[in-house]
């Protein structure tokens, strides 16, 4: 099993550009969620989804949308980049939503707004 | 929503000695405490948790803590070894949306050879 997957690794944009992050995971779990991290600040959650056709927002989710059209993929799209975006995004999943189920998570992509 | 607090920010300790550091949180509905282990380039990795019916766990060199009535819980390595040099993130999170984590802001912890 590769576990969960995030391409690319790493993405410079410009302000105003879009662009999607991939994130996949091969171990069939139900529940998926996007993390950013920023110096200083832990891991924040953006957006999770609960089984596909189902998503809600987290803690920090403006300027990002999500969809769970399977239960493989779970695309992070930032429609308008702006500098405050610059960060390193995680994905990460696991097989429910209880505390029992730890969460994986992939290795994240490091992306840049300028 | 939650808050989690984590101190230190930085602790190095020389091989072999013990490590410890300490996260407070803020909502009294929280009731799982994990822990993460970052390495560079690297996602995070569980290592260790807690649930708050419990009040310590261990596993190996590992352990974990937890108060519920100060509201704080903390990670105990002993006997360090360099491999253990990463940075830990303590988080918590209320069972209604269990895997909806708050984290702390990370302790990056240095083992000397």
């Known amino acids: 099993n590769a576990g969960v997957t995030q391409t690319p690794k790493f993405q410079v944009l410009k302000t105003g550009q879009s662009m999607t992050l991939q994130c996949a995971q091969d171990m069939n779990h139900e529940y998926m969620s996007w993390y950013r991290q920023d110096p200083g600040m832990g891991l924040r959650l953006i957006h999770y989804s609960v089984g596909a056709g189902i998503t809600d927002q987290g803690e920090v989710p403006n300027g990002y949308n999500v969809s769970r059209s399977t239960t493989e993929d779970f695309p992070l799209r930032l429609l308008s980049a702006a500098p405050s975006q610059t960060s390193v995004y995680f994905c990460?999943?696991?097989?429910?939503?209880?505390?029992?189920?730890?969460?994986?998570f992939g290795n994240g992509t490091r992306l840049t707004v300028t | 929503g939650e808050n989690v607090e984590q101190h230190p920010s930085t602790l190095s300790v020389q091989e072999g000695d013990s490590a410890v550091i300490k996260c407070t949180y803020s909502?009294?509905?929280?009731?799982?405490f994990p822990w993460y282990k970052q390495e560079l380039g690297k996602g995070p990795q569980l290592i260790i948790d807690?649930?708050?019916?419990?009040g310590e766990k261990k596993d190996q060199r590992i352990a974990v803590t937890l108060n519920k009535t100060a509201k704080h819980f903390s990670l105990h390595i002993t006997e360090t070894q360099p491999e253990d040099s990463a940075v830990y993130f303590c988080a918590a999170t209320s069972q209604t949306g269990a895997n909806n984590l708050f984290f702390g802001t990370g302790t990056r912890l240095t083992v000397i050879p």
């Open positions: 807690i649930r708050s019916n419990v």
């Open positions: 990460a999943s696991s097989y429910s939503e209880g505390i029992n189920s730890p969460l994986h």
């Open positions: 909502d009294s509905a929280s009731n799982y």
